[in-house]
């Protein structure tokens, strides 16, 4: 009867073991999802809020910056959902200012700047944050627009304004690059720049014959061509004028033949 006993006793701590073992891994597999998930929405919020940051730069409507500002709030909503103790505090707070944010965006006049006058900023390194914060708009836009929270509508028509932005930084950088190669007497280079702007621009003029900015920079990229075909030309003569006088230098001193 004892010996049965212990055997009972013995099978009853054994599934004890094994039940707080499952518990224990069903508490560490949660614990590590929640950490992998509080991780992707801080990443979230962290490109968007870059994105939101960067926006300054160039000319955005308020239909876009709504798109990243409830993109936020999604993410602090799930963020303060795995978060716990001081750091879901943080995260309750940032999301009631971002609630506060989208409401008064909301209650104002919308705006849609026109970007006819966007002018390509002149450092390098802030020409290169652009570029790269209208690549990441693009994707958000796209990303947020096929889980059904972008009015198709408004999804067009803010993927055409930063497809016109793209195009009009893409442009306006190659002719700028193309006067420094021509100031630098580099004239095959600066041709081969001005040549590639004038097909983009022919490409997208085929698509929007209308656009006045497609019209204003192809007129502007010709008139450089001409420019640089004419340096290149007035260069030409000085250099075999050069080669001339060293020529007439050379027969001066050169030995006298004996007749």
């Keep these: 009867m004892s010996f049965t006993l212990v055997l009972i006793l013995i099978g009853a701590l054994l599934l004890l073991v094994i039940g707080i073992n499952v518990l224990q891994q069903q508490r560490e597999r949660a614990e590590a999802e929640r950490r992998t998930e509080f991780a992707r929405q801080r990443a979230i919020i962290d490109e968007t809020e870059v994105v939101l940051s960067n926006t300054g730069m160039m000319p955005c409507s308020t239909n876009i910056v709504l798109v990243l500002y409830r993109r936020v709030q999604d993410a602090l909503q799930a963020a303060t959902a795995a978060s716990n103790g001081q750091q879901q505090a943080d995260y309750q707070r940032r999301l009631a200012d971002i609630n506060n944010q989208i409401t008064t965006l909301q209650s104002g006049q919308p705006q849609t700047p026109p970007i006819e006058n966007f002018k390509l900023p002149d450092n390098d390194k802030q020409i290169l944050a652009l570029v790269q914060t209208l690549k990441k708009l693009k994707a958000i836009l796209r990303a947020e627009h096929n ?61 929007t014959p209308n656009d006045p900015f497609i019209a204003r920079k192809v007129d502007e990229a010709k008139l450089l061509l001409d420019e640089i075909m004419g340096a290149q030309k007035q260069s030409e003569p000085r250099v075999a004028k050069s080669k001339n006088e060293d020529d007439d230098i050379d027969m001066l001193f050169q030995p006298k033949k004996k007749w």
């Design 147 to 207: 889980k059904g929270k972008v009015d198709p509508n408004i999804f067009a028509q803010e993927e055409s304004r930063i497809d016109s932005l793209q195009l009009r930084i893409n442009v306006d950088s190659m002719l700028s690059r193309a006067r420094a190669a021509s100031f630098m007497k580099q004239y095959g280079s600066s041709k081969q720049m001005v040549t590639k702007a004038l097909a983009t621009l022919h490409a997208i003029k085929a698509q």
